[in-house]
T-cell receptor, first 112, second 115 residues
Framework: SQKIEQNSEALNIQEGKTATLTCNYT??????LQWYRQDPGRGPVFLLL?????KEKRKERLKVTFDTTLKQSLFHITASQPADSATYLC???????????FGKGTMLLVSP | EAQVTQNPRYLITVTGKKLTVTCSQN?????MSWYRQDPGLGLRQIYY???????DKGDVPEGYKVSRKEKRNFPLILESPSPNQTSLYFC??????????????FGQGTRLTVV
């Protein structure tokens, strides 16, 4: 069956360090992958989209990589700040499907 | 301002009493969907719609209905709510690009409690 896996344990890092979050998937042929940020009790907010033929995408302090051989995406936040503390979700739109499927998310905690 | 608006934000109801959660978007998006979010289970898709009058089941459609009579609105209907439908619900909309939808815009969420 298809799976999207994100680390369920919270990631704790210090302010100023780079946070790296992982998204692994199985039994998918994704057309593209997206990353969202979600704050408690609020709707997810779109951050970045990367297509299957792209290796890397950047936006300000954010960087996403996409390795279709490893079936993995890495999401990096450089120079992290306490305001970056949130849950980060990866989502896949798979080829042949009509749905955007989400991983369960990883909570990031950035301490001052 | 581009937005997806859900109503109500909070709702407490009793088992069996029909309810509707409304969702409206002002971005002329073709694709709309409903998700529920539960602790430990993440976001799971209930129903989606590719365009007006086109709807289809997601991963957890049992106990829910939807309709898409107009492009901007996509209400979620619970004909006979049960306690296991207590959850946080999100509506989302996307522009439908070539072969796939693009970034999703989410509503503020509806916290539903069924007693």
């Amino acid at each position: 069956s298809q799976k999207i896996e994100q680390n369920s344990e919270a990631l704790n890092i210090q302010e100023g360090k780079t946070a790296t979050l992982t998204c692994n998937y199985t039994n998918y042929s994704p057309a593209y992958l997206q990353w969202y940020r979600q704050d408690p009790g609020r709707g997810p907010v779109f951050l970045l989209l990367i297509r299957e033929n792209e290796k890397e995408k950047r936006k300000e302090r954010l960087k996403v990589t996409f390795d279709t051989t490893l079936k993995q995406s890495l999401f990096h936040i450089t120079a992290s700040q306490p305001a970056d503390s949130a849950t980060y979700l990866c989502a896949l739109w798979a080829q042949g499907y009509s749905t955007l499927t989400f991983g369960k998310g990883t909570m990031l905690l950035v301490s001052p | 301002e581009a937005q997806v608006t859900q109503n109500p934000r909070y709702l407490i109801t009793v088992t069996g009493k029909k309810l509707t959660v409304t969702c409206s978007q002002n971005m002329n998006h073709e694709y709309m969907s409903w998700y529920r979010q539960d602790p430990g289970l993440g976001l799971r898709q209930i129903y989606y719609s590719m365009n007006v009058e086109v709807t289809d089941k997601g991963d957890v459609p049992e106990g829910y209905k939807v309709s898409r009579k107009e492009k901007r609105n996509f209400p979620l209907i619970l004909e006979s709510p049960s306690p296991n439908q207590t959850s946080l619900y999100f509506c989302a909309s996307s522009r439908r690009g070539t072969g796939a939808a693009t970034e999703a815009f989410f509503g503020q969420g509806t916290r539903l409690t069924v007693v």
